[in-house]
């Protein structure tokens, strides 16, 4: 009787500590997986948003910031101690959350975390920052080839609705931007209606802003200068990429 009890403890206890090990190796692998999506993504991006390099006393504002590869990436490429002010916000509470784990797991450092409905307003004085990164919200059709389920939820009114409140976000976010200070408007969109129309529309209305060239290796202009990646052409995701100076 004692025996199988002890057979039982013993059984027991091996399979806790099977199972711990196992999620211990699930978590450092799953954090091994994420950090190398992380630095792919980098990779990309050192090529896309070198505009985005922070010189010396520049403040900046990530404004829609979660989950936090762009954050991350910026924050990793400005003169440490030499920012006047890092801002990442983003409208949900449990993004942000993403956000602020990610940016502890990369390191990145002395970042204020805000939420905000940009679309409604933000709350920082007009011409706070030097530089801002508008990273909008998307369809996402730039990313199909590893989100396929995209085309199966979006709806021709999703482009209309879409570019609205991208319109809206690109105005009150310009209301921050010094004057010479520059503004980047990304998209992973193919779309036009979320892409050049809304940026040509933001200038209609914004005649102290202009565009400047992406800082981007040729074959990635448009003849619009701004600058895109596809899919089919350059084997990553779709990106749209437009750079502001205010005047
Ligand atoms: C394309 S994602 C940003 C990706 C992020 N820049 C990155 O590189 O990891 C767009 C973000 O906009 C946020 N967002 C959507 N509507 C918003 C709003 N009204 N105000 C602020 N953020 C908003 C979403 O929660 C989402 O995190």
Known sequence: MGSKTDVN?????IFFKVSKAAILAGETFRFWILDFGFWIFEFVLSKFFSDLNLRENESFIDVCAAPGSKTTFINSKRHTGNTKLFVAGDFYEHRIRSLRENCIRLDAQNIEFVRYDAEKSMPFADASFDVILLDAPCSGTGTIRHNPEIRYFLKPSDFIELSEKQLNILKNASKLLVKGGRLIYSTCSLEREENESV?????????????????VSERFLTAENFARTFPGRDSTDGFFIAVFEKV
């Open 9 to 13: 403890e013993f059984s027991v206890s």
């Open 199 to 215: 940026v040509e529309n933001f200038l209609r209305g914004a005649t102290n802003f202009r565009k400047v060239l992406p800082n």
